[in-house]
């Protein structure tokens, strides 16, 4: 081994262009930059979604609707998924709870029971909403529907 042959570590180095380094070094001058305008200047950085002049996309897509910040939504859950879990767990109250620990609601959601199917069982309800079919279902097999 002799001075000849000696090279620097494995990714030691990079090979990137050195600019702003005299007219020698040939990336002098403007640095790469072209001549005059925004992107010439030192802190330069271009809005978000700015094209150019051109009108951004943002404003050229047309909107329409209201999105209400106040919207609450439930989670649905219908009468014949009541009677069911009531079955399989053999159950006579079911509340939200008992719907987060058998996976058809999460912690956070607000649940309300829908009327689609038919209830067989006496069965006291807890939920955040009820729809008029779902109430009337439950209260003819003499259960109770209670709002939380």
């Known amino acids: 081994m002799d001075l000849s042959n000696l090279k620097p570590a494995e990714g030691s ?8 380094r005299g007219q020698g070094s040939g ?8 001549h005059k305008g925004a992107k010439s200047r030192s802190g330069y950085s271009k ?3 700015f094209e150019g002049g051109q009108m951004p996309l943002f404003r ?36 939200v709870d008992t719907l987060i620990n058998n996976g058809l609601a999460n912690k956070k ?13 006496k069965l006291e309800v ?9 109430v009337k279902a439950i209260e003819s097999q003499g259960g109770t529907a209670t709002k939380m």
């Not at 990336?27 to 072209?34: E, H, I």
């Not at 329409?64 to 649905?76: A, L, Q, S």
């Not at 959601?109 to 069982?121: A, H, P, S, W």
Request: charged share 30%; glycine share 10%; no cysteine.
């Open 13 to 20: 180095t990079r090979n990137r262009k050195r600019i702003a």
């Open 126 to 134: 807890k939920a955040h909403a009820f729809s008029a079919s779902a």
């Open 60 to 95: 050229r897509v047309p909107k329409f609707g209201f999105k209400n910040i106040n919207r609450k939504e439930f989670r649905g859950i219908n009468i014949d998924t009541l009677q069911k879990l009531a079955d399989e767990n053999k159950l006579t109250s079911i509340d």
């Open 47 to 49: 809005k978000k979604g």
């Open 109 to 121: 959601d607000l649940v309300k029971i829908l009327g689609r199917g038919e209830l067989t069982v």
């Open 27 to 34: 990336a002098g001058g403007t640095s790469t930059r072209g």
